[in-house]
């Protein structure tokens, strides 16, 4: 099994409706963020947590939330979805010592029509 | 704050050329810095890293050395393959966060 864990893989839905991404990750890793790609504009970060008490907002927050819902489990949810979050989504973690490394989720694909 | 200015692709390369993609940061301390790829569908991988100055990542043939004189990170590779075709991304971090580059689409061909 993936260390980090993405859900849906790919999704398709209108615009005004409730999406949320799903992460879970068995890498014992405290720290996880949400980023998005787009093509030309490489990752930009959304929300990261380090701690489940804990939620930070990234570059791009308007029109998204999230949820820690324990260690392992940080969902990404838009309220109202828009054409222009149409993107690739990627969940990551890393430790909170030493040379941090993030570890990737496969990616998440939302299309909004 | 801390950023990462990376070369513009796409690169279209032969099997067997040389590699140089172009990076370079800004950042306050001393920052980590990473090569990622990213293949085709696939969610990003780290390449190599380098956690200090003069330090050199190596993995798969791919090298970079972390010169702080000129603040760059300028990833090669002697021999590209085609199974090297892939996005590749720089990125530091300050400890906290993480800043990528904008990506770097590199094609071999045979």
């Known amino acids: 099994d993936a260390d980090v864990t993405q859900t849906p893989r790919n999704r398709i839905t209108k615009t005004g409706k409730r999406i949320m991404l799903e992460c879970s990750q068995t890498k014992g890793h405290d720290r996880m963020y949400w980023y998005r790609q787009d093509p030309g504009l490489g990752l930009r970060l959304i929300y990261y947590?380090?701690?489940?008490?804990?939620?930070n907002k990234g570059e791009i927050s308007d029109g998204y939330s999230v949820s820690r819902q324990a260690q392992a489990k940080f969902s990404l949810s838009l309220e109202s979805a828009i054409p222009n979050q149409t993107a690739l989504y990627f969940c990551?973690?890393?430790?909170?010592?030493?040379?941090?490394?993030?570890?990737f989720g496969a990616g998440s694909r939302l299309t909004v029509l | 704050g801390d950023s990462v200015t990376q070369m513009e692709g796409p690169v279209t390369l032969s099997e067997e050329a040389f590699l140089t993609i172009n990076c370079t940061y800004t950042a306050t301390g001393y920052p980590s810095l990473f090569w990622y790829v990213q293949y085709p569908g696939e969610g990003l991988q780290l390449l190599l890293k380098a956690t200090k100055a003069d330090d050199k990542g190596s993995n798969k043939g791919f090298e970079a050395t972390y010169r702080k004189e000129t603040t760059s990170f300028h990833l090669e590779k002697g021999s590209v393959q085609v199974s090297d075709s892939a996005v590749y991304f720089c990125?530091?971090?300050?400890?906290?966060?993480?800043?990528f580059g904008t990506g770097t689409s590199l094609t071999v061909i045979p």
């Open positions: 990551a973690t890393s430790g909170s010592s030493g040379a941090n490394v993030l570890t």
């Open positions: 947590s380090f701690d489940v008490k804990d939620i």
């Open positions: 990125a530091l971090t300050n400890g906290n966060q993480f800043y």
